[in-house]
């Protein structure tokens, strides 16, 4: 357990990174994820369709894939991040980081979507109607009566994807960026002979964050449930 | 009936003689050629190890398969090429083992070379495998027969001289390698990638100014991509490259230092040098000095 005694630092950076992965694409694809879902359940055919192709083709797609097609396919065709160059303290966000973000937002959307999906199916049809018949125009009806209820439905779903997601920042490790597994790999590296204890010690990391998310998504659930 | 079976056989002898000759032509670029020792069993001692491997004629050796020069295995090899890989071979001849047996070589890469010496799914481990004092408290480690140090690959027209040129700045090397730790060091910030080709495509693309590793493993890129990159920079870090083994059989030292000697004086160490890192220019240096066996 030395190893990771002695290089906390490295350990709460680590998580660190992994933390910020989470929060911006996090944040990203639920905003994506909800632009899709209006897509698809919306009354304009061509953008329908172009959502469900979307959705199909993202879901299709190994994330490895996605993150290499950023990182070696993107440059190529001058798809580039370097322009990011924030600083927070000791966590350099860069290019990396930029494209590690918008390579997990663009997959984690997909499955948002279908899980925001399933919350509209749950809101009875008499709902959109009812919005319909007092004139709401269909932005109107989405954003005032039937994502407001989706949502509430779709809680549990939606806090899946978003732990999967968690666990997912992870593959940014051979991409550039210095989240925990890097660390993790750069410690079991210099410290061969505690490599069991370098790798419980990181396996608890991240059912500490996957436990913090549940516990808060539980709350919302039982939140929107009494009211 | 007769005449047709009797053709069907000649068929077929034609045919096993054809492959026969392709996996000859095949060996021929599989680098240079070892002597297999005759009757290898009765140079060793009762009980040891080798004599166990001598005997039953079967060895697992753990080399890495994608680094050019030193561990490297192409999708139509049938064994891998490169400096570890030579050393590996003068080891496993000595042995009384044809090294051209492709079950012999097994692929390690950083993160499994201990548990696999540990677990015994591999005999030896010659995988660019640094000697550390942490990594002794769980394997044995014998030689070193290779000193390396860590230098800077940067695009043919960069102004970058050094280390310390990027300071603050990203340099690429491999996820949870001893070189980014080193470049750690430095001052400039290490960002991992899978494998060091990912990296030479990020210093092409210029996402990064720079990547770091041995010397040995950035001359080969620099000879792949002639006129676009280049090696630069005093080597700023010191690594000794050595012979994992289980630390169940300590007499193994023994006998790698024995081998290793022989090669270093008998010339057949520089001639694999030459053969694997020559061409992309590193000039062959004189041998390491052994570490004393405990």
């Known amino acids: 357990m030395n190893a990771v005694l002695d290089n906390l ?5 680590g998580f660190g990174y992994t933390l910020f992965l989470f929060l911006a694409s996090g944040v990203l694809s639920m905003v994506l994820g909800t632009l899709l879902v209006a897509f698809r359940v919306g009354p304009i055919a061509v953008l329908s369709k172009a959502a469900a192709f979307y959705v199909t083709m993202v879901r299709n797609t190994p994330l490895v894939i996605v993150f290499a097609f950023f990182s070696f396919a993107a440059p190529v065709l001058d798809i580039k991040f370097n322009w990011l160059q924030v600083r927070f303290g000791d966590f350099d966000l860069t290019a990396f980081f930029g494209a590690a973000v918008v390579s997990l937002s663009l997959y984690t959307s997909a499955f948002v979507c279908e899980a925001l999906r399933s919350g509209v199916n749950a809101v009875p049809l008499g709902q959109a109607e009812a919005a319909r018949a007092i004139g709401l125009p269909f932005s109107g009806v989405m954003t005032q009566v039937v994502l407001p209820q989706a949502f509430r439905a779709s809680v549990p779903p939606l806090a899946s994807v978003q732990i999967a997601l968690i666990k997912n920042t992870s593959v940014a490790a051979v991409f550039g960026v210095a989240e925990a597994v890097s660390q993790m790999r750069t410690l079991t590296n210099s410290f061969s002979s505690e490599r069991t204890a370098i790798f419980v010690a ?3 990391g991240y059912i500490v964050l996957v436990e913090l998310f549940s516990f808060a998504a539980n709350r919302l659930e039982r939140h929107w449930r009494i009211a | 009936m007769r005449f047709t079976r009797s053709k069907a056989l000649a068929v077929g002898a034609a045919l096993a003689l054809s492959l026969a000759a392709c996996g000859d032509a095949g060996e ?6 070892v002597e297999v020792a005759e009757n290898a069993a009765e140079d060793f001692e009762d009980g040891t190890r080798m004599k166990e491997i001598a005997e039953s004629g079967k060895i697992s050796v753990g080399v890495k398969f994608d680094q050019p020069g030193l561990g490297f295995k192409g999708a139509t090899d049938d064994i891998p090429k490169g400096f570890d890989v030579e050393i590996a071979k003068i080891l496993v001849a000595d042995l009384g083992i044809d090294p ?9 890469i950083s993160d499994n070379r201990e548990p696999f010496l540990q677990e015994g799914r591999v005999d030896l481990v010659l995988a660019s495998y640094s000697i550390t004092e942490d990594r002794r408290k769980v394997v044995g480690q014998a030689g070193p027969y290779m000193v390396t140090g860590q230098q800077l690959l940067v695009p043919a027209d960069s102004d970058i001289e050094s280390i310390d040129d990027l300071k603050g700045k990203e340099v690429c090397s491999v996820t949870g390698s001893t ?11 290490g960002v991992g990638f899978d494998s060091y080709s990912e990296c030479v495509q990020k210093v092409l693309d210029g996402t990064v100014e720079g990547m770091s590793t041995d ?4 001359a080969g890129f620099a000879a792949q991509n002639e006129g676009q990159l280049k090696v630069v920079g005093e080597e700023f870090s010191e690594e000794n490259i050595g012979v994992g083994y289980s630390q169940d059989s300590p007499e193994m030292c023994e006998w790698i230092n024995e081998t290793l000697t022989e090669a270093f004086e008998d010339g057949t160490w520089a001639e694999a040098f030459e053969s694997t890192l020559g061409p992309s220019g590193v000039e062959t240096p004189e041998p390491p000095t052994l570490d004393e066996c405990v």
Request: zero cysteines.
């Open chain 2, 215 to 218: 010397g040995s493993i950035l």
């Open chain 1, 202 to 204: 990181f396996a608890i």
């Open chain 1, 9 to 13: 630092d490295l350990y709460f950076r």
């Open chain 2, 179 to 189: 070189s980014i730790d080193r470049i750690n060091e430095q001052g400039a910030k």
């Open chain 2, 28 to 33: 021929d670029d599989a680098g240079e050629d």
């Open chain 2, 100 to 108: 051209n047996d492709p079950d012999i070589w097994v692929e390690t």
